[in-house]
């Protein structure tokens, strides 16, 4: 295998990585930029890389799959072979806060590996040697993200949360957790509210993200919709999310970020 390094046209703008774990959770981006710009698709490491436009920003889209690894593998190979300039994430996740309702819409503005524990060599959480527990998000990207989403939840949250009998979405910000599991238990939601009483979402990507964004110099952002509340009932809450709402919910926020006419 050889290395791949994708050149860019000169003086044009390093792209924005987009990322997801599964197809629903991009929503139609890929179909948007192809609506807009001819789209290069590029394999790489088990995954393909969509190369084109949104809103006339330079992009790249692709999914992770599911899990810190696949996500770490992903975006590295996005700063590495695609030069991007920044990571945005979207994608659905277990609420856990105690405000944090189905239907939700979480910024992070922090991540934490709730599954990562080399005590007693180095405290809970934090990556060893790095000396990192808690990676932040870029807050102008953050903010931007959030911007969308307030938008979004106000223009249209209320009918598509409809769709499934929920409440209108509100918007939160803060931490993110993030481990190699699918938090299906009250219990298991207790104890991570004990370990980590600010976390408002549990997923298995971002603080992976975040991470070598961190090592790296690399700005990002993770906006996640609650699909489920990490408890029984979440295997199938996830489920029904993801089939009916997850994509519509990641097109609506993402059409904004880009400032596309809605
Ligand atoms: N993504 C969506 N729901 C989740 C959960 N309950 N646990 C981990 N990741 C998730």
Excluded: N, W
Aim: net charge negative; glycine share 8%; charged share 20%.
């Amino acid at each position: 295998m050889s290395a791949l390094h994708i050149e860019h046209a000169a003086g044009a703008r390093r792209p924005l990585g987009v990322m997801a774990a599964l197809p629903q959770e991009l929503g139609d981006l890929i179909d948007a930029m192809r609506a807009e710009s001819a789209v290069r698709a590029v394999s790489h490491g088990s995954r393909d890389y969509h190369v084109g436009t949104m809103c006339g920003t330079p992009c790249v889209a692709t999914l992770a799959r599911i899990g810190k690894v696949a996500a770490a593998a992903t975006v590295s190979a996005l700063i590495h072979a695609f030069d991007v300039e920044a990571v945005l994430f979207t994608g659905v996740a277990g609420g856990v806060g105690e405000t944090v309702r189905v239907g939700d819409v979480v910024v992070a503005d922090s991540f934490v590996q709730h599954d990562l524990d080399a005590s007693p060599l180095f405290p809970r959480f934090e990556v060893p040697l790095l000396g990192v527990s808690r990676f932040a998000a870029d807050p102008a990207l953050s903010a931007r993200l959030a911007d969308a989403c307030e938008r979004f939840v106000t223009e249209e949250g209320a009918v598509l949360a409809a769709r499934l009998g929920i409440e209108p979405p509100r918007v939160h910000r803060g931490l993110i957790i993030s481990g190699d599991q699918f938090v299906a238990g009250a219990a298991d939601v207790e104890l991570l509210r004990a370990a980590l009483p600010d976390a408002l979402a549990v997923e298995m990507e971002g603080a992976a993200i975040a991470q070598v964004c961190h090592e790296y110099g690399v700005p990002c952002a993770v906006v996640r919709t609650v699909s489920d509340t990490a408890d029984a009932e979440a295997p199938e809450s996830f489920a029904t999310f993801l089939t009916e709402l997850a994509g519509s919910y990641s097109s609506a926020i993402l059409r904004r970020f880009f400032g596309a006419e809605v």
